[in-house]
């Protein structure tokens, strides 16, 4: 077989058909580099030093289509702008445009004060790969009105949001966002790590971080009409280091994932993991809050929950009209979990305890012979228990 492919080949570059040389231009034409230094580059190969003269050249003379995208190499370093304006600008209608650095340790789009890595405006089929983008001050990646995006291996580092996209920025649009092998984290100044308002946002094997030094923050903060889903991912907030959260309106506390308005969250597979227990003041954690219509739904998921000082856990909260379904079964143990009360819902939340006896003794202090008891959350049973209904005597826990 492999003779016969052979004889192929040279048969149609007898006929000139086919050469290496029509494929290299074909696979080069393409395809633009950013460098500090463009010495190393081919003179056969455009390159840029500044990524003002990338997008220069970019919108106003390739203007890349979906039938001829734009595949732009960035190589190590900082690259940033002054203040004023932001590193990389998709424009309104714009796009079809690859944007792909020498790794997260090595390529960094850096937003100077307010101004963001990225921002874009109904841009179609933006690709960002193997870099990090980072703001020192304001959001790091806005996105407003439509379009699609794809982000592969990309770390996104904001002090605000570090994602944006809100309404009425996208109002009636509905973009599309795709996720791979990313994280995103909020150095815990303002906001959260992902704030969405529209459209729908997929995640794959990726991770969310609240790096605590602001309370009363999420994880994930949706809104609006947006759809959020992760699979086999992280959402995740810890305590850096010598933190002392300021304490913003409304209490102490932290959310994995709050949905308001129409936003809906999916989360199959993955943890939620909060863990403030650093902090030597009280602070409440919550792994998931409904307060609007949509839905959320977390089969398989994980839950690490560790408030501070006297704060409360709640792993699921619905004040919302919104469905909440999240089963969870916690590691057996001799002593429930302690979950706040408010907003959590009965039946959700299931426990084994497995130094019961038969008459429903849960002390472990019993002569008699001790069982395990499967133990159901029910905010109906209010005594010593503890709001847990003991499945193997049909009564609150004892």
């Known amino acids: 077989m492999s003779r016969v492919v052979n004889l192929s080949c040279r048969i149609l570059l007898c006929l000139g058909i086919f050469s290496p040389i029509q494929m290299a231009v074909a696979a080069d034409e393409d395809i633009v580099f950013v460098r500090k230094d463009c010495s190393s580059i081919g003179s056969n190969q455009q390159c840029f030093g500044t990524m003002p003269d990338l997008q220069n050249w970019l919108w106003n003379t390739r203007q890349p289509s979906?039938?001829?995208?734009?595949?732009?190499?960035?190589?190590?370093?900082?690259?940033?702008?002054?203040?004023?304006?932001?590193?990389?600008e998709c424009t309104a209608g714009n796009?079809?445009?690859s944007l792909i650095g020498s790794g997260p340790s090595a390529t960094r789009l850096l937003g100077v004060g307010l101004d963001n890595a990225i921002v874009a405006t109904d841009c179609t089929d933006l690709h960002v790969q193997d870099m990090t983008l980072e703001s020192n001050s304001g959001y790091t990646?806005?996105?407003a009105g439509g379009g699609s995006s794809r982000w592969v291996n990309v770390d996104v580092k904001g002090h605000w949001h570090a994602w944006l996209d809100v309404v009425p920025d996208c109002a009636g649009e509905h973009p599309i966002h795709y996720w791979f092998n990313s994280r995103l984290q909020n150095n815990g100044k303002v906001g959260a790590a992902y704030k969405t308002g529209c459209g729908e946002s997929w995640f794959y094997a990726s991770e969310a971080t609240y790096l605590v030094n602001t309370l009363n923050a999420s994880v994930f903060s949706i809104s609006g009409d947006a759809d959020v889903k992760l699979f086999g991912s992280v959402i995740r907030a810890v305590v850096p280091d010598g933190a002392d959260p300021y304490v913003g309106r409304g209490g102490s506390f932290v959310t994995g994932v709050g949905a308001h308005g129409n936003g809906n969250f999916h989360m199959h597979g993955g943890i939620i993991s909060l863990d403030v227990s650093p902090?030597?003041?009280?602070?409440?954690?919550?792994?998931?809050?409904?307060?609007?219509s949509g839905s959320m739904h977390t089969p398989g998921t994980t839950f690490a929950l560790k408030a501070a000082g006297t704060g409360e856990v709640w792993r699921i909260w619905k004040k919302g009209s919104g469905p909440v379904l999240s089963p969870f079964t916690w590691p057996p143990g001799t002593t429930p979990p302690s979950l706040g009360a408010s907003g959590t819902?009965?039946?959700?939340?299931?426990?084994?305890?497995?130094?019961?006896?038969?008459?429903?003794d849960c002390s472990g202090n019993s002569p008699n012979p001790q069982h395990p008891h499967l133990m159901v959350y029910d905010a109906a049973c209010t005594g010593v228990g503890g709001a847990w209904y003991d499945m193997a005597t049909n009564q609150c826990r004892q």
């Open 66 to 88: 979906a039938t001829s995208r734009v595949s732009v190499h960035i190589g190590p370093g900082d690259f940033s702008v002054s203040s004023g304006s932001h590193v990389f």
């Open 95 to 97: 796009g079809y445009v």
């Open 141 to 143: 990646v806005r996105w």
């Open 279 to 292: 902090l030597t003041s009280n602070v409440d954690v919550s792994g998931i809050e409904n307060y609007g």
């Open 345 to 360: 819902l009965n039946g959700s939340d299931m426990f084994v305890e497995t130094d019961c006896d038969s008459s429903g």
